[in-house]
């Protein structure tokens, strides 16, 4: 329920208004969610044996260029950061996690700009609990990224009033239908980052990329059950493909 909405509610009806108030259970989360349980790779989100962790001497932390470079003044960022371009856990993922505010985002963004400039056949799906989360993360590398190169793909439903005008450069929308869309799987596989919230990321558009994709992020993942977290993972990367 956004904030223009709650304006325009109380703008529309007086106090003393009553009104019938009917609740739709939506099942199509919780399908997603068993499928994706249905469909996960086991040994790659919850591996049994302890992964032996990768020495990578040819990564000179000291000499990395930074996009950032407060990050380089926080060791656990750095020690992140050296996990993630090192692949020093490779075919497992690598967790990040701290209170609000600790930089978690920045290291994220600092590690996508890495790789973008450093790995050219890198391809990042990065998911996001929320629409404004997800949104961030595209007017973050905006001014970074070539615009061909990444794309956020939505819900067909949301409305274009709730997003900015930077958010929409990314996006394909159906203007005869007033409905986003998304291009045709040849042409999504070219972007080299797509971002979408954990919800978008279903079985149509993730499956496909199979092959196509190197990196799956995750974020802003504090109130998703654990199954949500299952089903970019499953269904964009397998053992074969993993990288992070």
Not at 79 to 85: K, P, R, T
């Amino acid at each position: 329920m956004t904030a223009r909405f709650v304006r325009n509610f109380h703008d529309r009806h007086p106090p003393a208004t009553l009104f019938n108030v009917r609740f739709e259970f939506d099942r199509i989360p919780y399908r997603r969610m068993h499928d994706a349980l249905d469909h996960v790779d086991v040994d790659v989100v919850w591996p049994e044996a302890p992964y032996a962790v990768r020495s990578s001497p040819s990564l000179d932390l000291a000499s990395l260029q930074l996009f950032n470079a407060r990050i380089g003044d926080n060791p656990e960022q750095m020690h992140f950061l050296e996990a993630v371009l090192a692949r020093r856990f490779p075919g497992v993922p690598t967790i990040l996690r701290g209170p609000f505010g600790t930089g978690k985002t920045a290291v994220m963004l600092e590690a996508i700009k890495q790789l973008y400039t450093t790995k050219p056949d890198a391809h990042f799906l990065v998911c996001c609990e929320t629409n404004s989360a997800a949104d961030a993360f595209v007017e973050q590398l905006d001014k970074f990224v070539q615009q061909n190169h990444m794309f956020r793909v939505m819900a067909f439903q949301r409305s274009q009033d709730n997003c900015s005008a930077v958010v929409r450069r990314y996006t394909k929308f159906d203007h005869a239908l007033n409905l986003y869309d998304i291009p045709d799987i040849e042409r999504l596989r070219q972007y080299r980052i797509i971002v979408s919230t954990v919800y978008v990321c279903h079985h149509s558009l993730t499956h496909s990329l199979t092959h196509s994709l190197t990196h799956s992020l995750t974020h802003s993942l504090t109130h998703s059950l654990t199954h949500s977290l299952t089903y970019p993972l499953t269904h964009s990367l397998t053992r074969g493909s993993l990288r992070q």
